[in-house]
């Protein structure tokens, strides 16, 4: 079965920039997305279709894909940005797939 | 607004079969949405468990497609999933959401809050 890759775990502090990477075999021709979840909530769209914010999402949150990686990066990162993040993205036979998931950590 | 609220029983006996239904508030089901559930087993991550179009057409994960059952009513605005002989590995936090479609692609774009079910011995 298809699947995405992530660091299960990145640590950054306030201000800095975090980058959690998803690698995934199917990534050159398919779209990445990425989700973030705060303890106990549902998840939240952050980026859609590798690079697009949906609307209010702060600017600081941005997507680039690149070959089999994809990318999330948080420029200037703030406490308020703690969460689990996962990347998304479907397979040739249209499954949805999502990633382990990667701790964020801001302090 | 769109909203999605999951209900159903927090308490399944194993070997029973779970059912949960998501009522859609601000958008219909009967359009070009897909709408689909995903489930997270405490401390760990989301796993897709299937998605339904208003059509009927259907697509589950193939880890749980034997057990897996996903429904549509429009007339009530809703849909709802049943998943057959669970076990305690079925214990899970399930949301449901919509679908937007992107090409081919399709991506999840509203939750709903969702509902811990656990399974019993």
């Known amino acids: 079965s298809y699947e995405l890759t992530q660091p299960p775990s990145v640590s950054v502090s306030p201000g800095q920039t975090a980058r959690i990477t998803c690698s995934g075999d199917a990534l050159p021709k398919k779209y990445a997305y990425w989700y973030q979840q705060k303890s106990g909530q549902a998840p939240v769209l952050v980026i859609h279709?590798?690079?697009k914010r949906p609307s209010g999402i702060p600017e600081r949150f941005s997507g680039a894909s690149s070959g089999t990686l994809a990318t999330l990066t948080i420029s200037g990162a703030q406490v308020d940005d703690e969460a689990d993040y996962y990347c998304?993205?479907?397979?040739?036979?249209?499954?949805?797939?999502f990633g382990g998931g990667t701790k964020l950590t801001v302090l | 607004q769109v909203q999605l609220q999951e209900s159903g029983p927090g308490l399944v006996k194993s070997a029973e079969t779970l059912s949960l239904t998501c009522t859609v508030s601000g958008s219909s089901i009967n359009s070009a949405y897909f709408w689909g559930w995903i489930r997270q087993p405490p401390g760990k991550g989301l796993e897709w468990i299937g998605s339904i179009h208003q059509s009927e057409n259907t697509y589950y994960n193939p880890s749980l497609k034997s057990r897996v059952a996903i429904s549509v009513d429009t007339s009530k605005n809703l849909f709802s999933l049943k998943l057959s002989s669970v076990t305690a590995a079925d214990t899970a936090v399930y949301y449901c959401a919509r679908e937007v479609g992107v090409g081919l692609e399709k991506y999840f774009d509203y939750w709903g809050q969702g509902s811990l079910v656990s399974v019993s011995s």
């Open positions: 998304y993205s479907t397979d040739s036979s249209d499954n949805r797939v």
């Open positions: 279709e590798d690079s």
